[in-house]
């Protein structure tokens, strides 16, 4: 009989431990059209505790999700209670507007991010001049209804309301502006999302080069699923227009620095989800063509739609 618990509470620990992560897309291009800039919702397949990673659009996301039969919820509840918060990897608007404006709606919830991003919000957005004052801090009156969760970088912290724990790391965004990542993992799996970010060459930091050493056992392990990385303009953009982005050049510019700590061959089949295309003229097309046709790392790219749930296995 004891046996028999004791197996039952493998199985049950065992299924516990192995949740697949979902992401669903609510906005996924970098500038122009505002109806769908960068959010990514996360969270354990089988639940609904989700993490917004960034808060570009909300709304239209949601609703294109519904349309899609990603969600079967109304949309107040989606965005009140299926949301348990907000991680914001820095100051733009195309990483934030989403959750300001509907704020009002909104339920009580964390903003997790480092303090530039956090003074950014509080400083420029959540005033009377701005908006109105939905957090627990800054201009009077304090409305109270966010809370600012100012993450150390590289300490793990718990993300509220999933199993989730999360690790910022910061980027550079035009040196000296700084942007962030997060690495949002379970027991079984793990996620690093990224801000917008330069490559290190260009930006003149290491903050890339410090991220792939601190990620390289979880790649090594088979731990991380998937790299959520920006590739904002194709390769025909020149290096000073850059703005702190990442072209499919640079891509492999930084893929190859995190290969020769992985080791070449263990980043083959490794997926990353294509980020932050910006969808002017014929960005879009050059950049999947650009990524897939010059491909040295055998990376599996996947380029996100809107509303459209990822299951990563
Ligand atoms: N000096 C500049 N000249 C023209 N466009 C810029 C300049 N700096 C920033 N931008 C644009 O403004 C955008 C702000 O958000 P992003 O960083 O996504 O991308 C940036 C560029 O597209």
């Given at each position: ?67 899609n039969?990603?969600?079967n ?11 348990k ?10 990483h ?22 956090i003074s950014?919000?509080?400083n420029k ?19 109270n ?10 300490t ?17 965004h ?5 942007s ?29 080069t ?19 990385l ?18 499919p050049k640079?891509?492999?510019?930084e893929?190859g ?20 295309i ?11 063509e650009?990524l ?22």
């Amino acid at each position: 009989m004891k046996k028999y618990l004791l197996t039952i509470g493998f199985t049950i620990a065992t299924i516990a431990f192995s949740q697949n992560i979902q992401i669903v897309p609510l906005g996924v291009y970098g500038g122009s059209n505002e109806s769908n800039l960068s959010s990514y919702l996360i969270a354990e397949e089988s639940t609904n505790n989700y993490l917004a990673l960034d808060a570009g659009t909300i709304y239209s996301g949601i609703n294109k999700a519904i349309e899609n039969g990603t969600f079967n919820e109304d949309q107040n509840k989606i965005l009140r209670d299926y949301i348990k918060g907000y991680f914001i990897s820095h100051g733009h608007l195309d990483h934030l507007s989403g959750m300001i404006i509907n704020s009002p709606e909104d339920s009580n919830k964390p903003i997790y991010g480092i303090s530039e991003t956090i003074s950014v919000l509080k400083n420029k957005y959540f005033t009377n001049d701005a908006w109105a004052n939905f957090a627990n801090e800054g201009e009077s009156p304090i409305l109270n209804k966010y809370y600012y969760k100012n993450a150390e970088i590289g300490t793990p912290f718990t993300i509220e309301g999933t199993n989730f724990t999360g690790t910022i790391y910061e980027l550079s965004h035009v040196n000296p502006l700084k942007s962030s990542a997060i690495l949002v993992e379970n027991d079984s799996n793990a996620v690093l999302y990224f801000g917008d970010t330069g490559a290190d060459r260009i930006e003149e930091t290491k903050n890339l080069t410090t991220i792939w050493k601190a990620i390289t056992p979880k790649i090594k392990s088979g731990k991380l699923k998937t790299l959520m990385l920006e590739v904002s303009f194709s390769n025909s953009q020149p290096e000073k227009l850059l703005f702190g982005h990442l072209t499919p050049k640079l891509i492999n510019e930084e893929l190859g620095e995190l290969g020769k700590q992985v080791g070449k061959n263990k980043l083959k089949g490794l997926t990353i989800i294509v980020t932050h295309i910006k969808p002017k003229g014929d960005n879009e097309e050059k950049i999947k063509e650009e990524l897939l046709k010059y491909n040295p790392y055998k990376i599996n790219y996947i380029f996100p739609k809107q509303g459209e749930k990822i299951v990563l296995k």
